[in-house]
């Protein structure tokens, strides 16, 4: 995001959880315009949900991975790292 700073993008995330808050959404992915996402990203939260859905502790599921550099990471189907 060009000309834009942290904290207007700070604010907009917050704007748009509130927002989906107000209106009852159950399910948000919230990704950054710049992000490469890999082939199983979709998998990994369809799979992750009920997780979240079950357990009321639990406020989000995240994909952040800050060991995800090309060196360390496979798209081979099954490789868990």
Request: charged share 20%; net charge negative; with cysteine.
């Amino acid at each position: 995001m060009t000309g834009v700073t942290r904290r207007e993008v700070c604010r907009l995330n917050n704007l748009v959880i509130n927002s989906c808050s107000y209106h009852l959404i159950r399910i948000l992915l919230l990704l950054s315009d710049d992000l490469d996402i890999s082939p199983d990203f979709f998998d990994y939260f369809l799979a992750t949900y009920p997780v979240l859905h079950a357990d009321p502790s639990l406020w989000c599921v995240s994909a952040w991975n800050d060991n995800g550099k090309a060196e360390l990471v496979s798209d081979e189907p099954g490789m868990s790292f």
